[in-house]
Nanobody, 121 residues
């Protein structure tokens, strides 16, 4: 059974840091494109960061320079290091793994259950 489990969320003061983890069972992250999304109350889910099978990364403008996505193939885990956190970063953060075929068609998409990040004084 394919499952993604996020962890590492919590309450942090503005300017602080958190590291989120997304652990997988049933799939290999190295075979997938993996994204971190977030959804704040009353807002649509937005893409925050992504890492390709080759390890290339991309970020939303709102987090560029503050967040870093990385992958540990030995642990089959994806991380999102979040620095200089702002109140507007408050949201539930989700990881999503998508496996594509050779011509770029998505074959399988798996979501985690989410982890809450709250940035507040």
């Amino acid at each position: 059974q394919v499952q993604l489990v996020e962890s590492g969320g919590g309450l942090v003061r503005p300017g602080g840091s958190l590291r989120l983890s997304c652990a997988a069972s049933g799939i290999l992250f190295s075979d997938n494109v993996v994204d971190w999304y977030r959804q704040a109350p009353g807002k649509e889910r937005e893409l925050v960061a992504a890492i390709t099978r080759r390890g290339s990364t991309s970020y939303a403008e709102s987090v560029k320079g503050r967040f870093t996505i990385s992958r540990d193939d030995l642990k089959n885990t994806i991380y999102l290091q979040m620095n200089s956190l702002k109140p507007e970063d408050t949201a539930v953060y989700y990881c999503n793994a998508i496996r594509y075929n050779a011509i770029g068609v998505a074959l399988q998409s798996t979501w985690g259950q989410g982890t809450q990040v709250t940035v507040s004084t």
